[in-house]
């Protein structure tokens, strides 16, 4: 069969593509690497002709120029999976609703509950088989694809082709248009250097690691400084099976941590659902075997995730209550990013073999207006969002040390975290744990 043929009947402009946009319908763009950004621009243009679009994405990188054209939202209606710092800042300015789920959850959520009419989504060039690869984001990607009305793809020739499980392509025939997005940049992470707190948090974590550990990293500067130090140890024959693959697999890989060997499913191979990073990390996915891409309803299943024994999850929050709650997504009533993956690994890692998942924060926030507060605080803030419930939390790590929660009463729990509080604060959470009846005359604080 003649794929260019059927490439060339279906490629269009990305304002013809942006035509196909109708009012009231549902679009959905793909999310981080795989935004369609020419196409993007060229629906913002249209913003004068449409009424009550309904735009989906999950975690735009920066600012969708669609939303940004219509300050009154008449035109888009924009709400989002997961935010970014963009998304973060169109909510804040009441352009950008948030739609609650479980990561692992969303092929579900586009297969029963939400029908988009038109997917954009970027992909790498067609191949000669016919398929265009989804590159660094596989994630919901098919699920929505299959429910879809309208396919529409934009090529960039910078997207890295990336091997995969399954559902990592779609093929020609299933498109309906594609545009040719050139060889526009990725878009790329980028991480503030390490503070003294992140260092001392990763030394912590790295002492429980183990040879044959399968790793999970979050996203941020301390789940990259972990990564950095497994590079500089000598453990050996790591695993990996992620939702993010970011650079600091890169660094592992390459300093010989990672062979995958050890792992009881998907042995060999680093497993992920997205990538998001620096050109070196995509760089390094394009055609490259050791990598396998999978939808998140695999990557992210809890019982998936516990088949490899020793599974390690680190991931960041932003606050931690006495009872042993943990929020790591929003700021009293400010949505920061999502739910995301936090809970699917921490869960499948308390359920692997000498598995383990590791909450980490930093014990203080300094404010704009320098005051400093603990992040282990006595209650959540109101309108802070739990995202791993206190009877799931194995371990919460600050630069003070670790608080093992997994089985401990009310009291322990309350003990354990004030051990790792800021000393400054210490005295305070006591006297607010006694309040709270989660103290007794029995506890002791080093």
């Known amino acids: 069969m003649d794929y260019r043929k059927q490439y060339q009947s279906k490629k269009c402009t990305a304002e013809h593509a942006a035509g196909r946009v109708f009012p009231r319908s549902c679009v959905f763009y793909g999310g981080l690497v795989g935004a369609p950004m020419s196409i993007d621009r060229a629906l913002a243009a249209r913003a004068h002709e449409l009424e009550g679009v309904t735009l989906i994405t999950g975690t735009f990188p920066g600012m969708p120029a669609a939303v940004v054209s219509d300050p009154e939202r008449k035109s888009f209606i924009y709400s989002n999976l997961h935010f970014s710092d963009g998304d973060r800042k169109l909510h804040d300015r009441g352009l950008c609703d948030f739609i609650p789920n479980m990561y692992q959850d969303r092929p579900w959520i586009f297969e029963h509950c939400i029908w988009p009419d038109i997917i954009m989504v970027r992909t790498a060039p067609l191949d000669e088989h016919g398929y265009f690869n989804f590159g660094a984001i596989n994630s919901e990607t098919w699920s929505v694809i299959k429910n879809a009305r309208t396919v529409i793809v ?167 209550d006495l009872y042993g709650q943990v929020s790591s997504e929003s700021s009293g009533f400010r949505q920061i990013s999502g739910t995301g993956g936090q809970w699917d690994f921490h869960f499948g890692a308390a359920r692997s073999r000498e598995g383990c998942g590791f909450i980490c924060l930093h014990s203080t926030h300094t404010g704009a207006d320098g005051k400093m507060t603990s992040r282990i605080r006595p209650c959540l803030d109101p309108g802070s969002i739990v995202t791993v419930p206190r009877a799931s939390v194995m371990c919460v790590v600050t630069e003070f040390g670790i608080a093992g929660l997994r089985g401990r009463s009310t009291w322990q729990r309350a003990e354990a975290l004030i051990n790792i509080s800021h000393p400054d604060f210490r005295d305070e959470l006591v006297r607010e744990a006694e309040k709270m009846n989660i103290w007794t005359r029995t506890n002791r604080i080093p």
């Open 154 to 320: 934009e090529v960039n020739e910078n997207m890295p082709y990336c091997y995969g499980g399954f559902r990592e392509c779609v093929h020609i025939s299933e498109v309906d248009h594609v545009v040719e997005g050139g060889n526009e940049p990725l878009p790329e992470a980028k991480s503030p250097p390490p503070a003294e707190a992140d260092t001392r948090i990763a030394a912590h974590v790295i002492g429980q690691i183990r040879d044959g550990a399968c790793i999970q990293l979050g996203i941020g500067t301390l789940p990259n400084e972990v990564g950095k130090m497994i590079a500089e140890s000598d453990l050996r024959d790591l695993g990996v099976h992620t939702e993010m693959l970011a650079d600091s697999y890169l660094d592992m890989f390459r300093a010989g941590r990672i062979t995958g060997n050890r792992k009881t499913t998907d042995p060999g191979k680093m497993v992920y659902t997205f990538a998001y990073g620096s050109r070196a990390l995509y760089e390094f996915l394009d055609h490259n075997p050791a990598c396998a891409s999978f939808p998140v309803n695999y990557t992210n299943s809890a019982d998936v995730i516990s088949l490899n024994e020793r599974t390690v999850s680190i991931n960041k929050a932003i606050a931690v």
